[in-house]
């Protein structure tokens, strides 16, 4: 192993070593502070299937109120149609919402009342055919200009009832 003396530290920096310790403290800082702001927005919460953990965010209160008064309040929670049903899926969807929505809601860049980006209304989209598909099985899902008929559109207050 290479002794460090004074002189073969100042060859280390010159030769590419202080970049070295510049990346290795970024990477540490960066650490502590996605390890931080996941302790203090109680990232684990969100790994469960816990409705209350929606609530961490203040601005969720009223969503989760309505989802309460709703008519699938007794036999869905938020990830039942708020995230794919396929393993990967979901896990891809958790992940990609959580950094987004934690991202949002701590600069306060968001749109008031919360609307819902187009891959997430998909996601709910294919949540609504996974549940009912033996209902809507048989029925037209593409409207006459061709595109896809959404379940949302008509049953707006199903998931969130008095919006």
Known sequence: MLK???FNFRKFLTYGGLAYLLVIALLGILTGLGLFTF???Q???YLSSDPLSCVNC?????YYDSWQNSSHARVAVCNDCHLSHHPVGKWVTKADNGFFHSLAFTTGEFHQPIQIKPRNRQVTQNACLYCHQDVVHEMQTLAPQGEELLCARCHSDVGHAHR
């Open 4 to 6: 460090l003396t004074p």
């Open 39 to 41: 302790g203090y927005g």
């Open 43 to 45: 990232g684990a919460s």
């Open 58 to 62: 203040h601005v969720m209160e009223d």
